[in-house]
C-alpha cells in the first residue's frame, strides 16, 4: 500500500480528542476484560489487523487466555464466556454494524439490566472509541510488522 497521511501529526489536535477519550475510558469503572473484548471484537469485525494485534497483545498481558482470543469470533457456540461478557459482545457487534439495526431493544435492555446505566454508557462509549480507532488505522494504512 502507498504511503498515507499521518492523523496523528497532521491534525494532532483532532487525534488527542480520540486519545482523551481512550484514557478516560482506561481510568472510569469499565473493566478492563471488558474494554478489551470490546476492542478484539470491534476490530475482527472491521478487519483492522492492527488494532486486533494491538489489543490481543493486550489483553494476554491482562491475563486473558488464548483459548478465548481464539472462540472470540464464534462465542455465541461456546461457554467460555459469562452472561455478562456474551452482553457485552452482542452490545460490541451491534454497535459496530449499526447499519444492520442498530442496538436492540433486546440487547439494551439486557445490558441495562445487567450493568445499571452509567456502565451501559461506558460500555457504549468503548465500542465507539475502537470503532473510531479501527477506521482511522484502516483508512490511513496503519499496518504492523506481522
Known amino acids: 500500500m502507498k504511503a498515507r497521511i499521518?492523523?496523528?501529526e497532521l491534525e494532532s489536535a483532532a487525534y488527542e480528542g480520540l486519545y482523551k477519550l481512550?484514557?478516560?475510558l482506561q481510568t472510569?469503572?469499565?473493566l478492563g476484560e471488558h474494554f478489551e473484548l470490546i476492542k478484539i471484537r470491534a476490530s475482527q469485525i472491521n478487519g483492522c489487523a492492527f488494532c486486533i494485534n494491538m489489543h490481543t497483545e493486550d489483553a494476554r498481558k491482562n491475563g486473558e487466555s488464548e483459548q478465548r482470543i481464539y472462540m472470540l469470533n464464534a462465542w455465541r457456540e461456546t461457554k467460555l464466556f459469562t452472561e455478562e461478557e456474551k452482553t457485552?459482545?452482542?452490545l460490541t457487534?451491534?454497535?459496530?454494524?449499526i447499519s444492520n439495526g442498530g442496538l436492540s431493544d433486546e440487547t439494551y435492555q439486557k445490558a441495562e439490566t445487567l450493568f445499571g446505566p452509567n456502565y451501559l454508557a461506558l460500555l457504549i462509549m468503548a465500542v465507539v472509541a475502537i470503532n473510531a480507532w479501527n477506521r482511522?488505522?484502516?483508512s490511513?494504512?496503519?499496518d504492523f510488522d506481522g
Do not use: D, H, P, Q
Open 22 to 24: 481512550e484514557n478516560y
Open 93 to 97: 457487534e451491534e454497535v459496530t454494524l
Open 140 to 142: 490511513t494504512g496503519m
Open 6 to 8: 499521518r492523523i496523528k
Open 88 to 90: 457485552i459482545l452482542a
Open 28 to 30: 472510569s469503572a469499565l
Open 136 to 138: 482511522v488505522a484502516i
